[in-house]
Every structure is written in C-alpha cells, then in structure tokens.
C-alpha cells in the first residue's frame, strides 16, 4: 500500500472499502474532517470513519472493513492515522469515489522528533508560504517546523519591544551587487497563526535566534551591542561575518532577555534554539569588555567565552521555561549547560565533540549536512543518498539512546522563491520523513520510490512542486556540474573577507 513513512506493519484482509460523500467522519477533533475532505467525492457506500481515543500499545491502529475505524491513545496518533488514510484515499481515489483494500495498519514512529527547517532570513517566505509546507510536511508525519529568524542579511519578526529591528534590520539593499532589495517579516498575527495551523495537525513551530555569532542583524539596529559600536548595514554577501555580539556588555544580555521574552511568548514550542554556530572571536580578541570577562572569569580561551555567553543564554531561556538547542560548535567550550540539546550538523571538528558529548549523556538531533542539507544541489545530496542516511551510522554505538531525532535543514542563500523552494525540499524532505519515522529494518529505497509517487500527487493538488524521482539523482556529470557550481557560490571566493572569517571561526582562539 503506497503510505509514506512506511508504517510499522499493514495486515491486508479481504475485499474493499468505499470512501466517498456518504462515508460519516466521527471524529474528537475538527481537523481530521478538513484534512479528509481535500478532494471532491460523490456518493458511495453508506458508512462511517470513526476516530477514536482508546488504549492501544501503538501511535494509532487503523482497521479499514466496510467501516474505517481509528484508534489512539492520543489526538496526536488520531491525527497520524488520518494522514495514513489520507494518502490511502487519494491513493484509491477515481471520479469522486475512494476505493480501498481493507486492512489492518498498526503504526509508531522510530524518533520522538522529526523536523524540518527552514531559513527565512536570506531569502523571506510569508505566512501563505509557510502554511503550505506545514500541509506537507504533517501529512508525512514531520512534527517539527523550526524557523530560522535572524542573521546578518536581516531579522524576520515584528518587534514591539525593538521596533527598530523592523526599521532597520529588515531589508538588505542588494546581495552580492545585484541591487535587489530583500525585506519582509512575519507581523505577530502571522506567527499566530502559523503556530495555530501547525498546532493543529500536531507541528510544533521551533524559532531560532542565532547567537552570538550571525548576529549583525542587531549591531544595525542597535550598534552599542557590537564590540566596536560602529553603524553597519546588514550584510550584502552570505559568508561568515565577524561582527558579532559583544559577550562583555552587560547591557547586552538584559536587550536579549527582553528579545526572547518577545519571541517566547509567540512560540509554545518548548524548544527553543539559539544557534551558536560559526562564531569568529576576532572582534572580542580586541575588545577591552570582552577581554575583562576572559580575564575575570580565569578562561584560557575565548571558546569558554563563547561558552559563558552561551550559558547565560540559557538561562534566561530556562526562566522562560524552554528548552535550548545549539548546533554542535556551541560544545567547543567544554562548559555547555547540560539542558542544551545539541544538533549536529558539521564533520571534522564537529563530528569529534558530538562523539564526546554523546558519551556523557548529551541529547542530539542529527542533521548531517551531508546528506541533510536541502540546500545543497542533488548533485551533492541526492535523494538516493538522502533515503540511505543512517543517523546511527554517525557514532559507532557509543551514546545512541540518546538521539532523539533528525532534522533535514534548507538554507535559503540560493533559494530565492516558492517554487526553487519546493524542488529544493521535496521529495527529499520525505526521504529523510521516512528516517525519522520507519524503523531501518523496513526501509528500501526501490519500495520507497514506488510509495512516493502517491505522496507527489497529493503533493501537486496542493499545488507545490518538487524535483522529479528521475531527476533527483543526477548522474556523475551533471552531478559534478551542480558541485563546482555550488561550492563557487557557497564560498563566495570573491568576499576574501568572509573566507578569513570562515576559518577564524574554525579556531579556537587561545588568550
Ligand atoms: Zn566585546
């Protein structure tokens, strides 16, 4: 039966069941009648699909036998075995009748957390773009959206508490000199009611605000947060910016408590994550404030002060009530906060301290950049490779009960509208969906394949695109075509600036 994720395990009984007009949804939540009614049906079989809240060791049973009967322990697993039968509808869907096999299907995910990330900062998406991908990604069972929100090239959010986050830190004048202007946030009623669409089918929407590094979004709306106090503009090239926050400004972490204040109280999510990735220490080398806490604090590095800063984030964020995620170089302190759950996104270094951080009990999500990375052309990350990402390849054994899930990351730097978007994140998205949900046993690429093509067609009702199964593993060729081009732009070699950042920000800065 052509479902995606694949689910635990699919009985098929005898004959056929009709979903149509004449089917009764009986259902505690509202949602599942919407999700269900995404296509025109005519009459059928009189008959009912009930949701059901009732004990079951599983997410949520499905026992489809002239009647369609639903059962979960929680509205969450009623919810997942609405987008299972979703997919069987459309799946046996011709001229406004739904015809399906009986079966019975008895599901539950690998991991607790599967997510997708999206970055609306180098390119912006609005509201209508983001409800969309919502659509998709909970119809595959995805339960995490996480926005990247800030960075150098412009802050996303209305601000009420730093209206000059709007004023100034909104639109970028050009990028890389083309003199296209790149501007937009989401208003408070937006993420309002994007948290509300995502809570309903079960999507918890999780905001980054990268810090300390990817911060100059700040020192232009306001400069006396930087270590120089100078008036810059936001950046108009992508790579890695050594203006950052000054961590010996005390002033600073009361402007961030009040920011994320502003930010917590729009997100329910508990998560909450505060980057700390690519930080250069360059400025905070020079800078007496910065120098006095390295000084004050017996640090022999400026890694710890990366660590002090971070840590202090984090408890502000603790005060909140959330829980804080950083990417991996935030663990170069060795004096992280034990809260923090850590993605790992970067080999070498990276790939070293995950390991170790692993092994003292650190909790992680796993988003590789290769292959997880969306933004990366299919020539580097095909989808083939994409479904074969083993997240528990990554660490020999050592310290895996503590995975708690993957993420697939799109950047947006060369993702400039909806449509390279969707070609972008689809159908690999639903690759790595498929890893976050079925167990490895039950995976196959050739049967994933044959599946797919059912979700795609849900997928161009909804009117969102996506790169062709066929396409999507570009041969050797073309493959290396799409590399060199990708690797030129993403290094931004004429912007010798940001290569010296790049590797400053690989360093750990002694004293
Ligand atoms: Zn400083």
């Not at 949602?31 to 059928?44: A, T």
């Not at 505060?274 to 910065?290: A, F, L, N, S």
């Not at 590399?483 to 590797?503: C, P, S």
Request: hydrophobic letters at 35%; charged letters at 30%; proline letters at 4%.
């Amino acid at each position: 039966m052509n479902i995606v994720p694949k689910p635990l395990s699919i009985s098929v009984l005898e004959g056929e069941t009709l979903f149509s007009n004449s089917t009764e949804i009986v259902s505690p939540i509202d949602v599942i009648v919407k999700e269900l009614n995404f296509l025109d049906y005519e009459r059928g079989d009189d008959n009912k699909a009930i949701f059901q809240l009732a004990p079951t060791e599983y997410d949520y049973e499905i026992v489809i036998n002239g009647d369609i009967r639903v059962v979960a322990r929680t509205n969450e697993g009623l919810f997942h075995g609405a987008m299972t039968l979703k997919q069987l509808i459309f799946d046996g869907y011709f001229e406004g009748v739904a015809t399906i096999k009986n079966c019975h299907i008895k599901d539950r995910p690998r991991f607790e957390y599967r997510s997708f990330m999206l970055d609306i900062v180098r390119h912006f998406f609005d509201k209508n773009a983001i409800l969309k991908l919502i659509d998709i990604l909970s119809l595959v069972k995805i339960n995490n959206l996480h926005l990247h929100i800030s960075d150098n090239q412009g802050y996303r959010l209305e601000s009420e508490v730093f209206p000059e986050l709007n004023e100034k830190a909104n639109t970028r004048r050009s990028t890389r000199g083309d003199g296209i202007p790149v501007g937009g946030y989401l208003s408070k009623a937006d993420v309002k009611e994007i948290v509300d669409y995502a809570g309903e089918r079960f999507v918890n929407v999780v905001p980054e605000i990268d810090l300390p590094g990817h911060t100059l979004f700040m020192l232009v709306a306001r400069p006396e947060t930087g270590c120089t106090g100078e008036q810059f503009d936001l950046a108009e090239r992508y790579g890695i910016d050594n203006r950052i926050l000054c961590a010996g400004n005390e002033e600073n972490y009361e402007i961030i408590d009040k920011l994320l204040g502003e930010i917590t109280e729009m997100f329910p999510s508990k998560y909450f994550h505060i980057g700390g990735d690519e930080v250069p220490k360059t400025q905070w080398q020079k800078c007496e404030k910065c120098r006095a806490v390295v000084e004050r604090e017996g640090f022999d590095n400026y890694e710890q002060l990366q660590g002090y800063f971070t840590n202090r984030v984090i408890n502000i964020l603790k005060r909140y009530d959330k829980i804080p995620i950083v990417w991996n170089e935030a663990l170069y302190s060795d004096m992280l906060d034990d809260s923090a759950v850590c993605q790992y996104w970067s080999d070498g270094r990276g790939a070293r301290a995950v390991r170790e951080a692993l092994k003292n009990g650190r909790k992680m999500f796993v988003s590789k950049n290769f292959p997880c990375y969306l933004d990366y052309p299919h020539g580097i990350n095909p989808l083939k490779r994409a479904y074969r990402f083993e997240p528990m390849s990554c660490f020999d054994g050592v310290g895996e009960e503590n995975i708690l899930g993957i993420e697939s990351p799109l950047w947006t730097e060369w993702v400039a509208d909806e449509d390279k978007l969707h070609h972008q994140a689809f159908p690999r998205a639903i690759a790595f969906a498929e890893t976050g949900w079925t167990r490895k046993e039950d995976k196959c690429y050739k049967d994933f394949v044959e599946r797919l093509y059912n979700v795609l067609g849900i997928l161009e009702a909804y009117e969102v695109g996506y790169e062709h199964p066929t396409k999507a593993n570009p041969n050797i060729f073309k493959a290396f075509g799409q590399a060199v081009k990708f690797l030129i732009d993403m290094l931004d070699l004429g912007d010798r600036k940001a290569v010296r950042n790049a590797l400053d920000a690989q360093k750990g800065r002694k004293k």
